[in-house]
């Protein structure tokens, strides 16, 4: 793992900035945990304070510090996104090797079921659930909610998958030694499914994290939690923009660019990683 | 029964499918909370200052039928589907008692303007520049253009959007940020209307372009730089066809069938990017008109909106997905 992390940073200059801007984006977010604020305090500093020594980012029309509330807005985001993406993992490593290995009628359920979740617009579906649940609409039920319906793209690519190791010979001699098909798929299919699922995992913090922010920007998601959207929905809640105050907006929406940029950058460079027709062109060229 | 009907009916099966799904989730999760939306919807009405106790019995007795609330919860659903095929929604709370559809109806060809003819751009403009870039490997200005839709990638819908409007309503003000039509435009066909129109239209579509088209462009590069070293290509090159041709029919032609199924396959994000640049820009499509309900708790026109969202969006698919094989004879019919 640590040589494969290791040879993509010498090789692969996309990879090397992905981990510099996620290094950056942990580094906030270890910071959170050292910020002299709470989270959900307001009316602390003098209100409306332009970017200086003092407050390195400025402060909001809610007296909060914009450095101190990004930071810990970036955790809540962050922690949501990864929430999302080890669940929908779950399901989809389960849907896709399963289908991939049993084929037939199995295969053809499951993939049904699958092109209909991939194709199902969610962002309507989310605002219902917003609609219905209005305060029950707790970040834990958002996770479920978003993970259940962001599994159904990734699964289709592990299948694919898995469908090339059914015919290997190393899975025949699996079944005539007798193992079965869960211990087949847990211990022999899974380590070759995994760097693919490494590369999906990004791809699908970018979605949900982007989901996240649209939803809480909005205001249809749990706004006593600070999160990026949240900041730039009490942002527009001030008319920040408006009045003048850019960093509140500013600072929110630059961290959003440099964290999708990271998780970006490094899905692009493992996908590569993972094809190797696209590694002998890099090569090559 | 030819292989080609047999593939549109198996397409159509997937087709009802996903209307299934889509409509009991949507019934489950208005049925399976505690919440009761009739008295939730009446609570929403009397606060808006409706309160002739004549039209709040009324509408209690309307959404009580609406939501199906007497038999058991499988009448219910069945009921639930009866008036959906019929194409009534019920009133709307917050326009009674306007129809559900006709409100609907209304935003409807917004949404669908905006979407097909900022898919459409995407689509093309993605592609050609992704064959380009895939084909001729060393171009300079084709490497530059293609780095900058793929920078915009991966940057949130809303956020792009978002940046659009401060560059274009605050630092530089020549486009209009809002609406569909100028507040005040005489709404009847005129050459005027439609420079309107279209002039509105631009920041909408200019962020969907902007944010879409470079994942075209990534797969259409990644489909020709394989196809280019096939050996009918090799063939081809050695027998002295026109590079021009080779691109245009040889290659584009064979890599634009898996581009078709992604397209078909994305139509649900794409439509879910439509709807939030709608929202940003105040569009008077389908996604402002779903804000407005959400605000105004108007619980048929929500519930309304979801179903026919995915309904919608499933047809769309299941014509892209039957006209496919007829863009390629070679498509695998099975």
């Known amino acids: ?285 | 029964m030819t292989p080609y009907l047999i593939f549109v009916l198996k397409r159509f099966g997937q087709f009802l499918l996903v209307v299934f799904l889509g409509v009991t989730i949507t019934f489950f999760v208005t049925h399976l909370t505690p919440i009761d939306p009739v008295e939730e919807s009446i609570g929403a009405i009397t606060q808006m200052g409706q309160s002739d106790p004549n039209a709040i019995e009324l509408m209690r007795q309307s959404l009580r039928e609406l939501y199906g609330m007497q038999g058991s919860i499988w009448q219910q659903y069945l009921h639930f589907w009866l008036r959906l095929a019929t194409g009534d929604l019920g009133p709307s709370l917050s326009a009674f008692p306007t129809p559900v559809s006709t409100i609907i109806l209304r935003s409807l060809p917004w949404t669908i303007g905006l979407m097909t003819v900022s898919t459409l751009i995407t689509f093309v403009l993605g592609n050609a520049i992704g064959a380009l870039a895939g084909y001729y490997r060393k171009d300079m200005v084709l490497k530059a253009v293609s780095l900058v839709f793929i920078a915009m990638l991966p940057i949130p819908y809303y956020i792009l959007a978002f940046v659009l409007l401060i560059v274009f309503g605050f630092i530089w003000p020549v486009l209009p940020i809002n609406g569909g039509y100028e507040m005040n435009a005489n709404l009847d066909l005129s050459f005027a209307l439609v420079l309107d129109i279209l002039k509105h239209s631009i920041l909408p579509a200019l962020s969907l372009i902007l944010v879409g088209a470079g994942s075209w462009l990534i797969g259409m590069r990644a489909l020709v730089s394989n196809i280019i070293t096939d050996d009918y290509v090799v063939f081809a090159e050695l027998g002295g066809v026109p590079k021009g041709k080779i691109l245009r029919s040889y290659i584009a032609r064979n890599a634009m069938v898996p581009q078709f199924t992604g397209l078909a396959m994305s139509l649900g994000a794409i439509f879910n990017g439509t709807v939030i640049t709608e929202i940003v820009f105040g569009y008077p499509g389908i996604g402002n008109l779903l804000i407005e309900a959400v605000h105004a708790g108007d619980y048929s026109l929500v519930l309304g909106l979801s179903a026919l969202s995915i309904v919608g969006v499933a047809a769309a698919v299941f014509i892209i997905d039957v006209l496919s094989p007829l863009i390629d004879p070679r498509i695998k019919v099975e």
């Open chain 1, 1 to 285: 793992m640590f040589t494969i992390i290791r040879d993509l940073a010498r090789q692969n200059m996309e990879f090397l900035c992905g981990l510099l801007l996620f290094a950056v984006i942990v580094g906030l977010v270890i910071l959170s945990y050292f910020s002299p604020y709470g989270a959900t305090d307001i009316y602390l500093l003098p209100p409306d304070m332009p970017p200086d020594g003092e407050y390195w980012l400025g402060t909001t029309s809610r007296g909060q510090d914009v450095f101190w509330q990004l930071t810990i807005g970036l955790r809540n985001t962050l922690y949501f996104g990864i929430g999302v993406a080890f669940l929908s993992r779950i399901i989809s490593l389960v849907v896709g090797l399963v289908a991939g290995y049993a084929g037939g009628a199995v295969d053809r359920v499951l993939m049904a079921i699958n092109d209909s979740v991939m194709v199902i617009p969610q962002f309507p579906l989310l605002i219902l659930f917003y609609f219905v649940l209005k305060d029950n609409m707790t970040w834990v039920a958002l996770i479920v909610i978003m993970a259940s319906l962001g599994w159904s793209y990734d699964a289709r690519l592990i299948r694919s998958v898995a469908l090339g190791l059914k015919s290997r010979p190393f899975t025949t001699q699996s079944v005539y030694s007798g193992m079965t098909m869960r211990k087949i798929l847990v211990e022999e299919h899974l380590p070759y499914v995994l760097p693919i699922v490494f590369a999906t995992t990004m791809n699908n913090m970018i979605w949900s994290i982007g989901m996240e922010i649209t939803l809480s920007v909005l205001g249809f998601t749990d706004i006593e939690t600070p999160t990026m959207g949240m900041m730039i929905y009490w942002a527009n809640a001030h008319s920040a923009l408006i009045s003048g105050i850019w960093w509140w907006v500013a600072a929110p929406v630059a961290v959003i660019v440099i964290l999708f940029l990271a998780l970006f950058l490094l899905s692009m460079s493992m996908n590569e990683y993972n094809d190797p027709r696209s590694r002998l062109n890099r090569m090559g060229s």
